[in-house]
Each structure stands twice: as C-alpha cells, then as structure tokens.
C-alpha cells in the first residue's frame, strides 16, 4: 500500500494506493498504517527537508510538520510531481507543466523524467513588488493566488494568462510543445487555459488531466518517482 500526500496553501491531500483498483481521496494527512509514505510539497526540498515560505515552513521536515506518525520515504517538490503525474496519466508524453494556485510552480518533464524543475515562480521582471520569499517582481507577484483578486474579473484572466506564457516563454528549458495548466485557479477559471494557449502559438495548452477529486497528478508522479528509485515495487 502506498499513501501519497500533497501538501499546499488550501490545505493537505491523501490519495491511498492499494492493490489494482482505483486510488482513494481523503481530506488532510492520513496516513495508512503498513503502507509507504511519498510526500509532495511546494518549496525547496534539501535532503528531505523542506523551505517553503507560503507554507511558513523553514528547513522543515514536512512529515512532522503535516504531523505523520513516520518519516517519508520520498519526499518531491509538489509542481516537480505533478508534472511527472501529467506525463504518466499521458502515457509518458514530454511536456511543461506549470501549477497555479496559492503559489505558482512548475516543471519540464522528457524522456519519462524530470528535466527542470522549481521553474516560474520565482522568475524576476514581472512587476515592482516584493514576493513571499522577499525578492521583488518574481511572477507570483502577479500570478499566485496571494496576490490575485477573488474572484478573478475577465481582465485579470487574460492578465495572469499573459504573465504565464511570458514566463514560459523566457524559460530555456521549457522546449516541449504540450503544455499543462493545473493547480486551483485553473480549475476555477478553464478560461485560463485557453487564454494561455492563445497567448502561446504553436503549442498545445491542456488542462490537467488528475481526476476532479484530486488536487493535482502529482500522486502519480510520486508513484512513479518512487518506482523508478526502487522504494516502491509495481
């Protein structure tokens, strides 16, 4: 058995792996007992610990920190999991994924691995205020849900799809053509994704493909992390 866990601005996510029926979704951390803990949060991740500041965590171990009888086997940065997640629900297809929510993060994914990651977020040039991590004109200042309006007006849709498919855009490393939009604002506003697609001309911009009930795919990207470093055996 396999508990994953994501953790984010809105709160925590378990998504349980047992045997060959479909995954089950339970509300906060609860972990499984018996069963491997695979960990995906937002922020800088060091030897399994953790500097996220939306969350107000400072090298921090995230299983204690998400209160979790034992430590994680893996832990990933939440947008690096996702991504992987979106090429595995895609069948291993190579892509940019970029998550906007209370933050923003994203990731490139080639060759069934992660090929870029921690990307966007924290680009500079986007405006003259100061971020979250204390740097000024990083994208969330005009990108990440702490600093949009709710709810968001028609302007303010076509505004943050401008400033995503200019960061992606400036990215080097974000050379797939497919492109993924996920986290929660582009489930609440599905306009957004088609704004981006407008905005990027000649790729293909598509929404995540995680099922309702989940935050994001990154359970599967933990999953398949997770395997591919022998923790896990499927």
């Known amino acids: ?43 800088l991740i060091v030897e399994g610990r953790v500097t996220a500041s939306n969350l107000g965590w400072w090298d921090a171990d995230p299983a204690v920190q998400l209160g979790c009888p034992a430590p994680a086997a ?8 996702a991504a992987l997640g979106e090429s595995v629900l895609r069948g291993g297809a190579d892509l940019v994924f970029v998550g906007v929510g209370t933050g923003v993060g994203g990731a490139v994914v080639a060759d069934g691995r992660v090929t870029g990651a921690n990307l966007f977020g924290h680009a500079k040039g986007f405006s003259e205020r100061t971020c979250s991590c204390g740097a000024v004109g990083c994208l969330e200042t005009v990108a990440a849900g702490w600093a949009l309006p709710d709810p ?65 795919a990154a359970a599967w990207g933990l999953v398949r992390a997770a395997h591919d470093e022998g923790i896990v055996h499927a």
């Open 1 to 43: 058995m396999i508990t994953c866990i994501e953790a984010g601005g809105s709160g925590a996510q378990t998504i349980v792996f047992a045997g060959e029926g479909a995954p089950s979704v339970r509300a906060g951390a609860d972990v499984a007992d018996g069963s491997t803990l695979l960990l995906a949060v937002p922020g």
């Open 74 to 81: 893996l832990v990933m940065n939440d947008a690096e999991a």
């Open 152 to 216: 968001l007006a028609g302007d303010d849709v076509d505004g943050l799809a401008a400033a995503l498919a200019r960061a992606i855009d400036d990215e080097p490393l974000a050379s797939p053509a497919l492109v993924v939009i996920g986290g929660g604002l582009a489930r609440r506003y599905p306009e957004l994704v088609t704004a981006v697609g407008r905005a990027l001309a000649g790729r293909t911009v598509e929404p995540t493909r995680a099922p309702a009930e989940a935050k994001s």
